[in-house]
């Protein structure tokens, strides 16, 4: 029988994880709400344990959704069911970024990713490997401030960022800091531009180091908070 041509399969040998465990003790953007866990049902008193957790909208792994930039964009619970299973194409910055830690990607550096890896597919989520995972039990080294507040890591740059939108018809982008923009960047250009289309920015991400350049499959859990402004999110890459 004959597959209809709407129809879409997945071949995979590999599930991994992309989202870091959430604990109390997490990397905390300033001024974001704590994690919180507390018990409310115990099994020898209650007979089933359950816990009542709190965090912000944008803490731990998670998807920033536009009306958190803008006043008329839609909130997360608005996302196609759809659009949150997208192949991934991972670029690896991490020779670059461990030179210069507010390095920020460039269209050259899509250009020689491809060359060696092919065109990024139209509809793809880019994902940047920065290396930066590895700091995530570390806060002042993951925000890496300096004596004057500022924070210094990697992200994408606003003309690749255009480049992959315009140019390469990606459905997003994510990455393994707490922000697609750089450290030094307080304008969150990058952010701005994703959502204003509106697609996909996942933040905080891990075991990027796993992942091939082409052939992943990601599914993008998510919270549907009625209005979020984003959510944390269990993201599965299928390779």
Same mark, same amino acid.
């Given at each position: ?13 590999? $599930? ?6 959430? +604990?109390? +003790?997490?990397?905390?953007?300033? =001024? ?13 008193? +209650?007979?089933?344990?359950?816990? %009542?957790?709190?965090?912000?909208? !944008? *803490?731990?792994? !998670?998807?920033?959704?536009?009306? @958190? ?7 997360? +619970?608005?996302?196609?069911?759809? @659009? ?5 194409? &991972?670029?690896?910055?991490?020779? @670059? $970024?461990? &030179?210069?830690?507010?390095? $920020? ?5 899509? /250009? ?8 990024? %597919?139209?509809? *793809? /989520? ?22 004057? =507040? ?7 740059? *606003? ?20 922000? &697609?923009?750089? =450290? ?8 701005? #531009? ?7 920015? #996942?933040?905080? #991400?891990t075991n990027l ?6 052939g992943t499959t #990601? ?6 908070? %009625? =209005?979020?402004?984003? @959510? ?5 890459? /299928?390779?």
């Amino acid at each position: 029988m004959t597959k209809p041509q709407t129809q879409k399969s997945i071949n995979y040998t590999r $599930v991994l994880h992309l989202s870091h465990i959430i +604990d109390a +003790d997490i990397p905390q953007w300033a =001024g974001d709400p704590p994690v919180e866990f507390a018990t409310v049902a115990e099994l020898p008193k +209650d007979g089933y344990y359950l816990r %009542r957790f709190s965090l912000g909208e !944008h *803490s731990a792994t !998670h998807i920033n959704a536009p009306n @958190s930039f803008y006043s008329s964009g839609i909130g997360i +619970d608005q996302y196609p069911a759809q @659009s949150l299973v997208v192949p991934a194409a &991972v670029i690896d910055i991490r020779p @670059s $970024v461990a &030179v210069n830690p507010d390095y $920020v990607l460039t269209i050259a550096d899509i /250009l020689a990713w491809e060359e060696q890896f092919g065109e990024i %597919r139209s509809n *793809s /989520l880019v994902l940047l490997h920065t290396g930066w995972q590895d700091k995530w039990l570390d806060q002042n080294a993951f925000f890496n401030q300096d004596a004057e =507040g500022i924070m210094h890591f990697p992200g994408f740059g *606003s003309d690749a960022t255009i480049f992959l939108l315009k140019e390469r018809q990606i459905a997003g982008i994510g990455i393994d800091t707490h922000g &697609v923009d750089s =450290g030094e960047d307080t304008t969150f250009a990058t952010n701005r #531009l994703v959502l204003s289309q509106p697609r996909i920015v #996942l933040e905080n #991400l891990t075991n990027l180091e796993q992942l091939p350049p082409q052939g992943t499959t #990601l599914v993008i859990g998510i919270l549907r908070l %009625r =209005g979020g402004s984003g @959510s944390p999110a269990a993201v599965m890459a /299928l390779f």
